[in-house]
């Protein structure tokens, strides 16, 4: 399918055979769940070639399954990857993306070094460094990959040998420029990895502006439908794919087959979906920029953001559904009155969906961060999270207007 185009590949790679020649009578339009812990061979001899073989052979689903395979395919095929591994999380995801990452060529166990972080990371991923890789003396170190004059200081200086940021990040919506991240970091010999959850491939494509390996929390914009917990990591070179694939299966960090299933499936309309919700996200970020309960609004495609016109230009004009936005009054008690006066927009912990979600992050993604933390990374107690749904924008709006009073 790779003569197709971005939004027909989004439809139809991994559903079926592409080629003709490889239908059978009777081959599924859609691909069936293989709910199927093994998978048989007519002789032994056969067994212990597909043992031998292992990639694409299936033999045991903890080291492979077709439902799941299916969706690597189409993962690495729309991320321009060498192949992908699909798990059971985002988190797992971004721990074996590290672990991967952390593995010195040559090498067969992850022994990181030094990781250097974004300073705007998913408060859960700050506390993997820090729990996990920190309490082992791994050293972390932050800089803001927004600022590539900073990263190229921070680069240089440390020589990392793994760098991790979000390309759009979670809740502040900073926009990273992953090119120029890439071209420092692989002149130290570091390996960059890149958390793209909130931009989707729909914004852009990593790898193919240099990261070595590209993670998704597919319980986001991938699944999209708040029905399916994964995570999948796409590696752009074969021997990262192979390490992550081989902690992946003896950590088994694995995705089930009925999860691959749902990801799968709203994957096909991943295309649709994000330009609606990129739309309504612009229009409704106008809106509230000028309302007097609102401090200030956070969306990179209003042109006082300050990677505004680099991300423009690296996302052929998308910005991504997610906006923040400040209460006049920055309190816990004013956050929480507005979201208990919302009717549409759901208080749900999540972003993504086709159900417009709003997130107090002191409460959620960020509770795990002492409120001297949070301060320093700029989350004030007014700041809210708004997913835009696939709703009519004028509802979303009308809905945040009325909770907001007069
Ligand atoms: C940017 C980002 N990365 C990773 C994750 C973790 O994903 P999961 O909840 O699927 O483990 C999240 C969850 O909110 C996230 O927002």
């Known amino acids: 399918m790779r003569s197709y185009r971005f939004d027909t590949r989004l439809v139809h790679v991994g559903e079926r055979p592409a080629d003709r020649a490889d239908w059978r009578n009777g081959t599924p339009t859609s691909a069936p769940i293989h709910a199927s812990t093994t998978f048989l061979y007519p002789t032994a001899q056969a067994l212990d070639a597909a043992f031998a073989v292992g990639g694409d052979q299936v033999v045991y689903t903890r080291w492979g399954n077709p439902t799941v395979q299916a969706l690597e395919a189409l993962m690495s095929d729309l991320e321009d990857g060498r192949g992908a591994v699909a798990c059971s999380s985002g988190m797992a995801a971004l721990y074996l993306a590290l672990l991967a990452a952390g593995t010195p060529r040559g090498a067969t166990e992850p022994h990181p070094r030094h990781i250097l972080a974004s300073r705007d990371l998913y408060g859960a991923t700050e506390t993997l460094l820090r729990d996990f890789f920190a309490a082992q003396s791994v050293r972390v170190s932050y800089c803001d990959m927004s600022d590539p004059a900073a990263v190229k200081a921070a680069v240089y200086a440390d020589e990392p040998d793994v760098v991790l940021l979000e390309s759009l990040s979670n809740p502040l919506l900073k926009w990273s420029d992953v090119e120029a991240i890439a071209h420092y970091a692989h002149q130290v010999g570091a390996r960059v990895v890149v958390d793209a959850t909130l931009a989707t491939p729909v914004l852009h494509r990593p790898l193919s502006q240099g990261a070595d390996i590209v993670v998704h929390s597919a319980t986001k914009y991938l699944s999209g439908h708040g029905d399916a917990t994964g995570g999948i990591l796409v590696a752009r070179a074969g021997l990262l794919l192979d390490t992550a694939r081989r902690y992946a299966i003896q950590l088994g960090m694995i995705l089930g087959p009925f999860e691959a299933r749902l990801i799968a499936r709203g994957i096909r309309t991943l295309g649709l979906r994000v330009h609606r919700q990129c739309e309504s996200a612009m229009t409704i970020a106008k809106a509230l920029r000028n ?16 990677q505004h016109s680099l991300m423009a230009l690296q996302t052929c004009g998308l910005f991504g559904g997610l906006v923040s936005f400040e209460l006049a009054d920055a309190t816990r008690e004013a956050a929480f009155a507005f979201m208990n006066r919302l009717k549409l927009i759901l208080p749900a912990t999540s972003l993504g969906d086709i159900y417009s979600l709003i997130t107090y992050p002191p409460i959620s993604s960020h509770r795990e961060l002492t409120e001297v ?31 907001l009073g007069p």
């Open 373 to 403: 933390e949070r301060a320093a990374h700029g989350i004030s107690d007014g700041l809210l999270r708004l997913s835009v749904g696939i709703e009519d924008a004028r509802d979303i709006l009308a809905d945040i207007e009325e909770a």
């Open 291 to 306: 309302h007097p309960r609102i401090r200030r609004v956070i969306y990179p495609g209003l042109p006082e953001h300050p």
